[in-house]
């Protein structure tokens, strides 16, 4: 089988709330590997509640890179950022650009948890304005997509990428977001599968088989599971236009 990219994790040791120190993060990116990843992209919290230096991120990387290396642990490591959109205006130029997904112009942008965020979308369409290549982690979770979920559809019209959570759609955050990730499956408003992983035991990393859990209700969904996990994530690194979007129809030749 070929690779898989997940671009949303925090494997990074001792920066947010990922793993505390630098054996978690082994055990984290050993669990990921044996799952079948290959290529994880480091996105550490950048807002208020961890204040993470961008500066740390490549070296915390670098660190993760090698330890891995001693011991054969063949995952390669990238950096990205899951950037809070209240965090995003006092980001520098320079920073800004350490902290898009790979070595690609997308920056990954989290999606708020609580219905506060009112006018959410209309402050990332501001962003988008100047911004033009964004990510959306996990709108699925969402209370603001849910309860509308019109307002989603408008910015991906609008050429915003979604990434949504394996775990959303095996019931990790139970029905009402597993039902919605169904929703966006259905109408292909889902650009990325990724792990937001923080753990190897209770937010473990490993998105190959998720996927499969929606067979019930979207059959022939697994089709897309290549498209999800490794061939749209890596035209998002690579800054380039993602490839076509199998149909959940296709028959085999
Ligand atoms: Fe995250």
Redesign the pocket.
């Known amino acids: 089988m070929a690779g898989v990219i997940d671009i949303?994790?925090?494997v990074l040791p001792g920066l947010d709330d990922g793993p505390a120190n630098l054996p978690e993060a082994l055990a984290m990116a050993g669990a990921a590997a044996a799952s079948g990843t290959t290529m994880m992209v480091a996105?550490p919290?950048i807002d208020h509640t961890w204040r993470v230096r961008p500066q740390l991120i490549p070296q915390r990387a670098v660190m993760l890179q090698d330890a891995l290396r001693d011991r054969g642990i063949d995952l390669q490591i990238e950096t990205g950022a899951?950037i809070a959109i209240s965090r995003l205006t006092e980001l520098t130029r320079s920073e800004l650009a350490g902290l898009r997904l790979g070595s690609g112009p997308y920056l990954l942008l989290?999606c708020p948890l609580t219905t506060a965020a009112g006018d959410f979308d209309l402050m990332l369409r501001a962003i988008h304005s100047q911004e033009e290549s964004i990510v959306l982690?996990?709108p699925e979770r969402s209370p603001l997509f849910q309860q509308e979920p019109a307002r989603l559809q408008r910015l991906v019209e609008a050429g915003l990428l979604c990434s949504i959570t394996a775990g959303s759609i095996t019931g990790v955050f139970g029905q009402t977001v597993r039902r919605f990730s169904i929703e966006l499956l259905r109408e292909g408003l889902v650009h990325d599968l990724s792990s937001?992983a923080h753990d190897h035991f209770k937010r473990p990393p490993g998105i190959r088989d998720a996927l499969a859990s929606a067979e019930p209700e979207l059959p022939g969904i697994s089709r897309q599971q290549e498209w999800l996990t490794l061939l749209a994530p890596a035209a998002i690194l690579a800054g380039e236009p993602l490839p076509p979007r199998p149909s959940r129809n296709d028959r085999p030749r």
Do not use: G, P, S
């Open positions: 949303h994790c925090h996105t919290h899951e989290e982690a996990h937001d």
